[in-house]
């Protein structure tokens, strides 16, 4: 079991400040990144996700807990002991080196023979695409070509897991997306682990194995991008990941009844009674014509066209609010009215059932 | 480009050297004016009481090298003026690394203080530029002299019998001028660690490489440009140093700035004292750019 197993945290506590002013970055957060995955840690800023993989790379030690490396545990090895390479957020290419000589740096500091090093920068610079830029001043380089160099050189090193924090962030959109692509390939191509910090859901759930979702200090759910998306544990994993809506209710014997009055059956609700919350993503909300069997009542409150989609703000009887994203027909016009009356409907499977 | 715009161009062009034209007629008549002169000068006979007589004569620039002998009149290599020359030299070159050695680490410890608190910092550092040169180089004569306040306290905790000499010894304008001259080490050095992004420290670190490597591999060849400018500012006026031999090192051990002194004062010759100052800005001119030539090949390879 722990043989697939490339990289793992242990109850791992990070704290800052003194005294009083102690903020704990990470709480308690234990995870396990499997061999060859590329593993997304998930949250907006200040979740602790760079602390993990701050402790990770080593720059960090944990105040309590534990980091291990292939089952080794390396929580107390400098970051030049640990065979886990970085590429920062600002790339921090060495100013004075070549591109060639950046990419170098990590072989020579491992004392490798002179051909060998030779050898893996040419094979990096064809990986990375910038065979005709190496012998460059990483300050040529636009912004994406410094991120290629600044991924060959912490890949050339063959390290055991890439740590990637944030790398795409400074790029433009549409370079973003090339990179993205890239980087998949690179990863598939090279087998090695990767772990990936962003605050880019779309990012996230296009390109991981898995995803790590973090908030204030801890994981709250790790999964395959698909299960996050349709299967979130609890409030904010559904609302920062896509957008949702949230309908408060309780459950009765035959589902869940909103506030509304109205009932949605949920299929097995388990042993949760009491209060609870429903999510429902957008496009997986239906509109029919009022009083259709099986619908909610709803009032149209207004709708704004997004291209690809229309987005429907509805009122439910008691006011509640529920967006449906509906694909724009070929016209772009939409035969909806304001304060029109439809039916409102979830896709099968469409609504979760939220513990808290 | 259109014939308006062309004109617009030069009258732009007029008007800014009309306006800088008072700012380099300064500079000509205050740079250049005395540099001729003192060119001229060590091309003329020196008069009887000092000053110049109007009679052409390379006896100014023989007497760099060599002395005539009093009775045939051959030829000598002067060796006084090359023990000047060669001291001058070593005690600049040293100087240059003392206060690179210590103004290093102290630029470091500024430039990664808190921003508040640096510039506390770099007040402190300038503090001495605020007291007169002379002042502070009697201070320094006061706490080296025999009597004085080193020797004192090391006598009082036993560590020594007697007083060790220092002052009047070439140690003495050494750390006179290690002391005087360190700001300027400092503050071009701090420029420099305060724009390199620390962030490279943690790459280094990460890709294998110790912190004596990332020392020698990423930090100082990255701050070179503030290591080069410091070391200008430094030996240069080093080299041409007046007040802190004379004080420091008495009348013995004389620098290049000592001796032309001595000719245009007591020395009464005065071609001599004007071609020893050209070439002291021979010699200058030549590490700078042996200096510089160096710093740029250093830049665009490694090693």
Redesign the interface.
């Known amino acids: 079991m722990t043989s697939d197993v490339a990289v793992e945290a242990r109850n791992a506590i990070k704290a800052f400040g003194q005294g009083d002013m102690t903020v704990r970055a990470l709480d308690n957060v234990s995870v396990q990144i499997r061999k060859g995955e590329f593993f997304t840690l998930l949250g907006p800023s200040g979740c602790g996700k760079t602390t993990l993989l701050r402790l990770i790379a080593g720059f960090e030690t944990p105040t309590s807990g534990q980091i291990l490396l292939d089952g080794r545990d390396i929580t107390n090895d400098p970051p030049n002991r640990r065979p886990v390479n970085t590429v920062f957020q600002s790339y921090a290419l060495f100013p004075h080196l070549t591109v060639a000589q950046n990419i170098a740096f990590g072989l020579e500091m491992l004392g490798r023979p002179k051909a060998e090093v030779t050898a893996t920068v040419t094979r990096m610079l064809g990986l990375v695409k910038l065979e005709a830029m190496a012998a460059r001043k990483t300050s040529q380089l636009s912004g994406g070509q410094q991120q290629r160099v600044a991924l060959a050189r912490a890949l050339a090193p063959q390290p055991k897991v890439l740590l990637l924090d944030e790398p795409l962030s400074a790029l433009d959109l549409k370079l973003r997306k090339e990179m993205q692509i890239e980087l998949k390939r690179l990863q598939m191509e090279t087998g090695i682990t990767f772990i990936f910090v962003t605050h880019d859901q779309e990012e996230a759930l296009t390109m991981s194995d898995r995803i790590g979702v973090m908030s204030a200090g801890r994981i709250q759910q790790i999964g395959a991008p698909r299960d996050i998306y349709t299967r979130p544990v609890n409030r904010f994993v559904a609302s920062f990941i896509g957008e949702t809506n949230f309908l408060p209710g309780h459950v009765v014997p035959e589902g869940v009844r909103l506030s509304s009055g109205d009932v949605v059956e949920t299929g097995d609700t388990g042993n949760v009674t009491g209060p609870v919350t429903l999510t429902v993503r957008p496009e997986q909300v239906r509109l029919a014509p009022e009083g259709e069997t099986g619908t909610l009542p709803a009032t149209v409150k207004s709708w704004v066209y997004f291209g690809t989609d229309t987005h429907c703000h509805l009122a439910l009887s008691d006011g509640t609010e529920v967006i449906a994203r509906l694909q724009s027909p070929a016209n772009g016009a939409t035969d909806l009215a304001e304060g029109q009356k439809v039916g409102l409907r979830f896709a099968p499977g469409a609504a979760q059932l939220l513990g808290d | 480009m259109s014939a308006n715009e062309e004109a617009a161009r030069r009258r732009s062009s007029r008007a800014g050297w009309l306006l800088s034209a008072p700012a380099l007629m300064i500079l000509f008549i205050a740079a250049s004016g005395p540099l001729l002169i003192v060119l001229v000068y060590s091309f003329l006979t020196p008069g009887r009481y000092g000053n110049v007589e109007w009679v052409f004569s390379l006896d100014g620039w023989i007497s760099i090298l060599f002395t005539r002998d009093i009775f045939d009149g051959t030829l000598q290599l002067a060796d006084a003026h090359l023990t000047i020359f060669w001291r001058s030299v070593k005690l600049s070159i040293l100087t240059t690394l003392i206060t690179f050695v210590v103004g290093f680490p102290t630029a470091w410890f500024i430039a990664t203080r808190p921003p508040k608190s640096r510039a506390l910092w770099l007040f402190l550092i300038t503090i001495p530029f605020w007291t007169n040169l002379l002042i502070r180089t009697f201070a320094i004569n006061e706490v080296i002299r025999n009597e004085g306040l080193l020797n004192t306290f090391l006598i009082w905790l036993g560590v020594i019998n007697e007083p060790i000499r220092i002052i009047y010894t070439d140690a003495a304008v050494l750390i006179g001028m290690a002391y005087v001259y360190l700001p300027l080490m400092v503050l071009p050095l701090f420029a420099a660690i305060d724009r390199f ?1 620390m ?2 420290l ?9 912190r004596w ?1 990332i020392l020698r ?2 930090v100082l ?2 701050v ?1 440009p503030g290591i080069v400018a410091g070391s200008i500012l430094v030996f240069v006026p080093s080299l041409g140093a007046y007040v802190t031999p004379r004080v420091l090192g008495g009348g013995k051990n004389m620098m290049i700035g000592n001796f032309i002194e001595l000719q245009f004062g007591q020395g009464r010759n005065w071609p001599l004292g004007a071609a020893i100052s050209m070439t002291l800005l021979i010699i200058v001119t030549i590490a700078l750019l042996f200096y510089v030539r160096a710093a740029n090949r250093g ?1 665009s390879g ?1 090693g």
Request: charged share 30%; no cysteine.
């Open positions: 992004d962030r490279l943690e790459a280094g670190y990460d890709l294998y490489a110790s490597q591999r990423i060849p990255v070179k830049a490694h």
